[in-house]
């Protein structure tokens, strides 16, 4: 058990919610809005069904062979006159990183937007070490000018309003408060940024595919900010997951055609680039990271997780995340993915997310690759009960509420105690009588005069011995 | 009380099969008027229906917060309840779902597989097993807002979830469509969450009470009277919602319209 806070997305939530009439109401409705835009791009392709199943078998496939994949890529990439890179874990990857740039006197980074860098903490672990980095994503860029992480993979500052970011620039660059047209807003970012790609001694992307027949890997952006960060300085730097190897380059046939659509509902990305090897003059090296991948591979119930490919669908689509915020999970990733991920990294410390769901099942079945998203999220519940990380107010009414539900006379007894007259049916959802936050927003159900047993004893006389 | 035994309804090879009431336990308590109507209309269609009198509850609130040892004692007991009839009928998609799908806490014996493979809800059963095509005893003059709870849509697949791309069904709404007068009105977001989940209601106070509000505004701006689901705890969550807020719509269970009461 790590000494670590607990992350506390219901607490979290509930602030989100509570700040005002208009942050939450937003988010709800532009990710609800995503998710039709979505529905109605996969509705348009009949065979969108079967493009599933096979992303989901050839992602299958490829973990289930990783070690000969990564070498294919490997060699092919190095052929092409890339350095690889193996990192284990995330201080490896920084290390890694870090002693490339220190190498080449790179004192100013410009990167694109890599939830694997997020994930590694990258960019405080450079900054310490006195070397500048600056996102170039333009929702990025808000977060970091903000000092918050991504509370989304794919719209980093979903939560924030315009006048959010108005306000932001304001303070941070200088603009007219007031001024929150996105036009005026984005133009800004671009004028503020295109200096620093022209400083940069390096640019750093993520990857979304890495194809191990060619050593290519693919950077799917909307703004082009990768491509820029990747040409302008001459060393490009690239931090690939292990688990985003497929086998070859007609699969990109699959995955893009499902990637956009599921990500934000539009049929491509506007960049779908493909880097094989360092361009004329350049230098290009590939991180190959670890993190922790082979050890959830290795786990029965949750190695299904690898083969996201990070669309953010199940985030768009839980009803649960579209209240919250992403920012509420504490943790890189959030939303239903993240539930699942984060505690692989650490379970103490997100041992309440997988609490902050009603398995309502819709992440299941939007997701593109068919990760069963909603059955990890009920086995990580059992992992964490398990391990004694359920609140103790719950174990301890649970195990009330085990002996009496298998023993009829004793839940008769609790039935007669607590009795419908008294209308507990909320006390009842939780055994605990001391708490009530049921009655905080709902008023309490009526309660009946006769049990439905008492009627059927009534009625069915002939039935009783039942 | 004696109740008409209809003959032009359902397949006439079910009639006399031997079907286990399964009246969970918030049923039992709280809307006892939902038992009363799904045993009435089952018995309408000359099923031998009985309420085995040692069921407690389905172990949903112990499994679902992972906690499987305090499950299991629960899910013996249903068996030992139910492993004697044809089928198992309870008018609550997620109880259901949970014998269903998630009966691992205990050895899988013949017994637990039998009862989890015949374990129905309501609708199902009527619109699958018995194959109803009427309810000339029924009639319900109002405008309807249908709520098919998310373990009825996606826990066992009553009606088409959005996310999926397909042919549409829905069969409580097939089955609400031969209810004389009523009127099914159209929303915005048919399958999203209305937040109830179980503990999560009180757990997480906060989301569910938001997604219960929006679920009930939806409702409302399409003009629905009555809203209308085979999930009473949805229900529960939802008009305690409405009320709270003062929003005039009211909640019943599709057994209580298709059986024409009691309301």
Same mark, same amino acid.
Not at chain 2, 178 to 181: D, E, L, T
């Given at each position: 058990m790590s000494n670590t806070k607990k992350a506390d997305p219901a607490a979290a939530a509930e602030l989100f919610i509570l700040r005002d009439q208009v942050h939450e109401p937003m988010h709800d409705r532009f990710l609800w809005a995503t998710m039709q835009r979505r529905d109605a791009q996969a509705a348009a392709i009949p065979e969108w069904e079967e493009l599933r199943e096979l992303a989901s078998k050839i992602k299958e496939h490829t973990l289930t062979h990783l070690d000969h994949y990564l070498e294919e890529f490997e060699a092919n990439a190095t052929k092409r006159g890339a350095h690889i890179h193996w990192a284990i874990d995330a201080a490896e990857h920084n290390t890694i990183v870090h002693s490339i740039l220190e190498s080449h006197g790179v004192k100013e980074l410009i990167k694109s937007k890599s939830m694997l860098q997020e994930e590694c903490q990258m960019t405080p672990f450079l900054q310490n070490r006195g070397i500048k980095v600056i996102e170039s994503d333009l929702g990025e860029r808000i977060q970091q000018l903000d000092g918050q992480p991504p509370s %989304?993979?794919?719209?980093?500052?979903? %939560?924030?309003t315009r006048r959010d970011v108005a306000q932001l620039f304001a303070r941070k660059?200088?603009?007219?408060?007031?001024?929150?047209d996105p036009h005026f807003l984005t133009e800004v970012m671009r004028n503020n940024a295109r200096p620093r790609f022209l400083a940069a001694g390096a640019g750093m992307t993520g990857g979304n595919f890495a194809i191990a027949e060619t050593g290519t890997f693919m950077v799917c952006t909307n703004e082009g900010n990768a491509d820029i960060g990747a040409s302008v300085p001459p060393l490009h730097i690239a931090s690939i997951g292990?688990?985003?190897?497929?086998?070859?380059?007609?699969?990109m046939g699959v995955f893009l055609r499902l990637l956009a659509r599921s990500a934000e509902?539009?049929? &491509?990305?506007?960049y779908s680039s493909h880097f094989t090897g360092?361009?004329?003059?350049g230098e290009l090296h590939i991180v190959l990271v670890d993190n922790g991948r082979s050890r959830r591979l290795g786990m029965p119930d949750f190695w299904?997780?690898?083969?996201?490919?990070?669309?953010?669908a199940c985030m768009n689509t839980c009803p649960v995340y579209r209240r919250s915020?992403?920012?509420?999970?504490?943790?890189t990733y959030s939303g239903p993915i993240g539930v699942i991920l984060d505690p692989t990294f650490d379970e103490f410390k997100y041992s309440e997310l997988p609490f902050h @769901?009603? &398995?309502?099942?819709s992440c299941t079945d939007v997701c593109p690759v068919k990760i069963d998203i909603s059955d990890q999220i009920f086995k990580w519940r059992r992992v964490m009960a398990k391990k004694g990380y359920l609140p103790l107010v719950k174990r301890l009414a649970f195990a009330a509420a085990g002996r009496a539900f298998g023993h009829p006379e004793e839940f008769r007894l609790m039935e007669e105690a607590g009795g419908p007259a008294l209308g507990y049916a909320p006390d009842f959802l939780l055994y605990? %009588? @001391?708490?009530?936050?049921?009655?905080r927003d709902r008023q309490l159900p009526q309660p009946a005069k006769k049990t439905f047993r008492e009627w059927y004893l009534a009625n069915r006389s002939e039935h009783g011995n039942d | 009380m004696i109740f008409p035994v209809s003959a +032009?309804?359902?397949?006439? +090879?079910?009639?006399?099969l031997r079907v286990g009431l399964f009246i969970p336990c918030y049923i039992d308590m709280i809307f006892p008027e939902v038992g009363i109507a799904t045993l009435q209309l089952l018995e309408r269609f000359g099923l031998d229906v009985h309420?085995?009198?040692g069921q407690t509850c389905c172990g949903q609130p112990m499994s679902n917060s992972g906690d499987e040892s305090n499950a299991a004692a629960a899910e013996h007991l249903f068996v030992e309840n139910f492993a004697p009839f044809d089928y198992v009928v309870g008018p609550a998609g997620s109880c259901v779902k949970q014998v269903r799908c998630?009966?691992?806490?205990i050895e899988q014996t013949d017994d637990v597989r039998h009862v989890r493979q015949e374990t129905y809800e309501l609708v199902e059963f009527l619109h699958?097993?018995?194959?109803?095509?009427?309810?000339?005893?029924a009639e319900f003059q109002h405008s309807v807002a249908l709520h098919n709870s998310c373990s009825s849509i996606r826990?066992?697949?009553?009606a088409k979830p959005s996310e999926i791309m397909g042919a549409p069904f829905d069969k409580s709404a097939a089955l609400l469509s031969?209810?004389?007068?009523l009127v099914l009105v159209p929303v915005d977001?048919?399958?999203?969450?209305?937040?109830?989940?179980g503990t999560f209601c009180v757990t997480d106070e906060a989301v569910s009470a938001r997604m219960g509000l929006d679920k009930v505004h939806d409702h409302l701006r399409h003009g629905a009277e009555y809203v209308v689901s085979p999930d009473m705890s949805c229900l529960m969550h939802q008009q305690g919602i409405a009320r709270r807020a003062g929003l005039d719509l009211k909640y019943v269970h599709v057994a209580q319209v298709l059986n024409g009461g009691p309301f």
């Open positions: %989304h993979i794919v719209f980093p500052s979903i %939560h924030k660059i200088g603009t007219d408060p007031n001024n929150d292990i688990e985003k190897l497929v086998p070859r380059v007609e699969d509902g539009e049929p &491509l990305t506007q360092p361009r004329k003059g299904h997780s690898l083969k996201c490919i990070r669309c953010g915020g992403g920012l509420a999970y504490g943790a @769901s009603t &398995l309502c099942g605990n %009588h @001391s708490l009530n936050p049921w009655g | +032009t309804n359902g397949s006439a +090879t079910q009639k006399g309420f085995p009198l998630h009966f691992d806490a699958d097993i018995l194959q109803v095509d009427s309810f000339p005893w826990g066992l697949g009553i031969k209810v004389r007068g977001r048919p399958d999203d969450c209305c937040g109830f989940g």
